[in-house]
């Protein structure tokens, strides 16, 4: 019989105290920020999810320890134990005290893209929670914070940073507060780490030894790049290959176009063309070249030594068809009016300037709107988006949704429209 796994079980010692809070325990947060922070064994996180309950009460049982898998000629298991408490939604005074507690100085994130577009906080938002913890804190002791956005947005700390102003205005000591003692940078992360299948578990017992109820998948690459200031003690992420950078923005257009804009292509068209992975869809020799054009057209416009644009897409292509990380479509293309304007539109906008009409990106809104048509959209803007999709005027309404000035752009929603009544022949 196979062992539940436990800290004993994978001589993992005894959770560390916590002096890190994580906001969005996910599959992504356990391959990513708690696998960095596994290196730091006086680091203990205390995990928050406030969407899904059978998480943390799985990795409460297991306290805290869980595997990370990562498929290769070999797979490589990893039993990790930087997660010291699992927290679920309705715990709001446990985060609240972890949040003012002394011995807390980073606060990471990953709350998805949209978290970031609402500028007014209200009190069950991510933004919401995190605003309630900094009061705690500022009314406990206002000891320094440093919070750590890892969502795919550019520029995210900045952002957060002009959320929390928006919000802390009108309450001058608090804004004075956040502004010496709460830091905030700007990061870059990347591991593709797929939401786990429904064999997770029993595939874990099969290939890890232990009964993992919270097991995750991951590939081998991974990247932490982070620019700004800590206003306290880190975790030294750079045991384990994070990386400090000055000028992260020319890093941000690169992952978040080539690597995300890939992704979000490959969802869209890969499902009109009927594929269900990532690896099925880049071995399919039409999408693999629909990607190769919007990298082409992309690199046009990046500030990124043009060998080194080229070495990262070589390993990128071979990171997207690799064996034993099944990572569906359909998880990549919900929350497309979030995803979409990070990752497509800034390129497709420096093309229209220049006077052209990227033909890989059209392909991109066409099947985004045929996706928005006949698929179940999972977005914050579903409603709004379903019903423009189904106007009379379905093109230039859902482009207009997207961005205004994009479906105001005659030639731009002419060309869409020509390339959504051609549906893109099936596989199989
Ligand atoms: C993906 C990302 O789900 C998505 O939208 O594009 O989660 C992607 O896998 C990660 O950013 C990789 O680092």
Known sequence: MTVRITRAAAKLG??????????????????????????????GIAAYTFRNTELPRALTEQEGAYTLRVPGEVDAVEAIGS???AHAGGEQEQWLRDLASPEVEVLTLTVTEAAYARPEPHRDSAMGRVLAGLRARHRAHGAPITLVPCDNVPANGEVLRSVIRAAAAGDPAFVEWTEAQVGIVSTVVDRITPAPGTDAAEEAARVIGFQ?????????????LLSGNFTGERPPWERRGARFVNDIGAYTDRKLWFLNGAHTLLAYAGL??????????????????????????AARHINVDTSEIGEYRRNLFMRFAARGIRHELAQIAGDGSQKIPARLLPVLRAERAAGRLPAAVVIGLACWLRHVQTAEVRDPRAAELVEAARSREPVRRTLIALDHDLGTDDDLVSAVAAEHRTPAPKVG
């Open 14 to 43: 005894p959770a560390a105290p916590v002096r890190a809070v994580h906001l969005g325990l996910g599959a992504f947060h356990r391959s990513h920020q708690a696998w960095y922070t596994a290196c730091a064994p006086e680091w």
């Open 83 to 85: 997660i010291s408490r």
């Open 212 to 224: 993992d109820a919270a097991p995750v998948v991951a590939e081998p690459f991974t990247e932490w």
């Open 272 to 297: 009109a063309h009927g594929h269900r992975t990532i690896r099925d869809a880049v071995r399919d020799a039409r999408l693999a070249a629909l990607v190769q054009e919007w990298w082409d057209t």
